[in-house]
Structures are given as structure tokens and as C-alpha cells.
């Protein structure tokens, strides 16, 4: 006998819920009723030692087991096995209304949106319901960082109340097993354009032991999103060290520079800016080789960094902007070189230093160029 087919699906996450996971249940099952379609509630049991599954199962839920621990392991394993046409994914402990299940189907049900966040900051937080530091610090910053990498426009990227689509989900191909599973949802809708909406709701205190770990979970998710990030986790701060660094050379080439009557510059801060242009020039090659990567591996589309650099940028050329800093930086060292030969082998205080830094840095980068260029290369054959 063939199943009827299901339109909507809630699932929710649970770890030692007994005294919550009842209540939503029934939530749910109300709201599903109210709203006319045929559900079912999923319940993707974390390993709970209490009656958590039990009471979910006396109340008609299924219970999908999880054993490996991780609240983003506990959705993969509920959304795998969710059947609707519609998902609306909320917490078991009670911090969210389920009744508030209609509105998330009748957005998606319009086919103007893929996926519906539920908005804590833009609807109520109840008295008690989130900690000052999660409030005002830890979901503002996160949520701020991942619009300004994703280049999206969420008010709230930490809620745990969604909906979206199957199809939506099935190009999510979601992975991630913590709390960054939030923020991974979002970046992967972004990168795979799909239409975000928010709707505001109301977000109340938890009932029993917290699970969240503030600074743990929150160092997950700010790493998660650096690491797929590459632009501000590399190229930013490289780009800037480089610029500093040959800033402050090209400053200081001429010879010692005075900003007030005892502060001044010389040859140490030459030095200094040397080496900040070639650790820039390093990073810059890290977040170039992350980027290429991340867009032949599929984890996020091209953007033009990555299209400049596979297709505008050859090796060949790479390798002739390499040659031609190393011949330049030799070509520097050589002029020290002949300086401290026909003046006796002797240096003239720091006139023939500040040339041989520039050689000296010129041909390191050079050499970086190369390389750089080399392995870039290897990325683009793999790629092909």
C-alpha cells in the first residue's frame, strides 16, 4: 500500500528533553492539524538517557536515532529522513512556538522564497530567554560577520527556527556536525542563490539544561565561517601587510625620515616593512590557493579572484612577473655588491643598506611569485 504523500515535515533536534520535547510535539502536531496538510514529526534522537524518546514516541512521533553526537549531526540525521514537500526546522526545548509553524509553509508555499529564517531579534525575546552576552554580543557579531563575508541581509543568523523547501534542501548538501550548522546553512543558501526570507517570532526561555557552550560554539562558528571565507581570512589582512610593508620602504628609501624633533624613522623600520611585505605576499599566496581550490572542489562558485587567476592569469605569465622581480632584486645586490667592492670593501653607513633590502626583498618575492605561479598551475591541471 502506497504512502500518502506528505507536505510538510518538523523536525527537531533532541538531547534529554523529557521535560520539553512532549510539548512541542504536540505543538506540532496541532499546528499541522490546523493547517490542513498531511505531516509527520520527526524527532532525531542525539542519545538521550532520559524519557525523551519514549514520550516523543507515545505522542505519534518518529524518532530517528543519531548516536553520533553534535547538534548538527542530529539535523542531518532528521532532515535525511524527512519526507515533506516542506521542512520546518525549531529546537525541542521549548524556545520556540511551533504554533507559529503556519506562517513558515504559507511563505514557501507562495514559490517566492526557498528558505524562511525566523527572526528572534526582529519579533520578541522573552524576559530570561537569552543571555545578555548571546543577546548583544555573540549573535550581533556572528550574524554581522556573516553578512559581510556571505553578502546577505539577515537579521538574525543564529536562530534555530527554519523552513524551506526539499528541493532547497537537497542543494544545501549540508555537512557540518556542531552549532555551525546554522551559519553553514546560510552561507550554502547564499552561494547557492537561493531566496532567503525572514519572518519575525517570538523566542522564549528554555526549559532544563542548557546545551549551548558560549565561547566554544561561538569560536565554531566564527571559525567556520573564516575558514570558508578566504577573502577576509586571507587576502585582506595580506593585501594590507603587503601595502604597509612597501609603504613604509618606499618611505624610508631616500633615508632616515623625522616626524618630530626625537621621534624618527631609519633603516630598522626599512627592515620592518620588508618583512611585513613578504609575510603579506605569503598570505595573499595562502588565501590565492584557498580560493582556487575551494571553487575546483566545489565549495563555492568562482568569483572573479578565481576566474582572473585560472583564466586570465597564466602560469607563463606568473613565472615572467617572478623572473622579472628576481632579476631586478639581483640586479640591485649586484649594484651593492660593485659599491662595496670599489669603495674598499667598506660601507658607507646606510646608503648601500637600503638598496640591498629592496634587492633582497624584491627577489624573495620573486621567488614567491614563482612558486606561487607553479602551484597554482597544479590546481588548474587537477581542475581540468
Same mark, same amino acid.
Do not use: D, K, W
Given at each position: 500500500?502506497?504512502? +500518502?504523500? $506528505?507536505? $510538510?515535515? $518538523? $523536525?527537531? +533536534?533532541?538531547?534529554?528533553?523529557e521535560q520539553t520535547v512532549g510539548e512541542c510535539v504536540r505543538k506540532a502536531q496541532k499546528a499541522l492539524l490546523d493547517l490542513g496538510v498531511t505531516g509527520e514529526v520527526i524527532v532525531a534522537d542525539n542519545g538521550s538517557t532520559d524519557r525523551s524518546v519514549e514520550i516523543a514516541e507515545?505522542?505519534?512521533?518518529?524518532v530517528v536515532h543519531q548516536p553520533e553526537p553534535g547538534y548538527g549531526n542530529a539535523y542531518l540525521a532528521g532532515l535525511a529522513a524527512a519526507r515533506g514537500r516542506y521542512i520546518v526546522m525549531g529546537d525541542s526545548d521549548n524556545t520556540y512556538d511551533f504554533a507559529e509553524l503556519p506562517r513558515f509553509v504559507e511563505l514557501l508555499r507562495q514559490g517566492r522564497h526557498d528558505l524562511v529564517i525566523g527572526s528572534r531579534l526582529r519579533g520578541t525575546v522573552k524576559a530570561g530567554a537569552m543571555p545578555f552576552l548571546h543577546r548583544y554580543v555573540g549573535t550581533p557579531v556572528l550574524t554581522a560577520l556573516l553578512n559581510l563575508f556571505v553578502g546577505v541581509q539577515i537579521s538574525d543568523t543564529q536562530s534555530g527556527m527554519r523552513g524551506l523547501t526539499r528541493e532547497a534542501y537537497r542543494r544545501l548538501r549540508l555537512k557540518t556536525s556542531g552549532m555551525e550548522f546554522a551559519s553553514e546553512m546560510i552561507v550554502r543558501a547564499?552561494?547557492?542563490?537561493?531566496? !532567503?526570507?525572514?519572518i519575525p517570532i517570538t523566542y522564549? +526561555?528554555? @526549559?532544563?539544561e542548557s546545551k549551548l557552550r558560549t565561547f566554544r560554539d561561538g569560536w565554531r562558528h566564527l571559525r567556520f565561517l573564516l575558514l570558508h571565507s578566504p577573502t577576509y581570512l586571507f587576502l585582506v589582512p595580506g593585501a594590507t601587510l603587503l601595502a604597509m610593508g612597501l609603504g613604509l620602504m618606499a618611505l624610508l628609501s631616500a633615508g632616515r625620515v623625522y616626524f618630530t624633533g626625537t621621534f624618527s624613522l631609519d633603516i630598522h623600520a626599512m627592515i620592518v616593512g620588508s618583512l611585513a611585505a613578504i609575510l603579506g605576499f605569503q598570505v595573499i599566496s595562502l588565501g590565492l590557493y584557498a580560493k582556487a581550490y575551494a571553487g575546483h572542489a566545489g565549495l563555492e562558485e568562482d568569483d572573479r579572484v578565481t576566474r582572473a587567476l585560472t583564466r586570465s592569469f597564466t602560469l607563463e605569465q606568473g613565472l615572467a612577473l617572478g623572473a622579472a622581480a628576481i632579476l631586478l632584486g639581483l640586479g640591485l645586490l649586484g649594484y651593492v655588491v660593485y659599491q662595496w667592492v670599489s669603495?674598499?670593501? !667598506?660601507?658607507?653607513?646606510?646608503? @648601500?643598506?637600503?638598496?640591498a633590502l629592496w634587492g633582497l626583498t624584491l627577489t624573495v618575492l620573486g621567488v614567491q611569485t614563482v612558486f606561487a605561479s607553479f602551484f597554482l598551475g597544479v590546481l588548474g591541471i587537477r581542475h581540468r
Open positions: 500500500m502506497t504512502e +500518502p504523500e $506528505v507536505e $510538510v515535515s $518538523v $523536525v527537531m +533536534p533532541c538531547l534529554n528533553e507515545s505522542l505519534g512521533a518518529r547564499a552561494r547557492e542563490r537561493l531566496r !532567503i526570507a525572514e522564549y +526561555p528554555r @526549559q532544563g669603495h674598499g670593501f !667598506i660601507l658607507e653607513g646606510n646608503l @648601500q643598506l637600503r638598496p
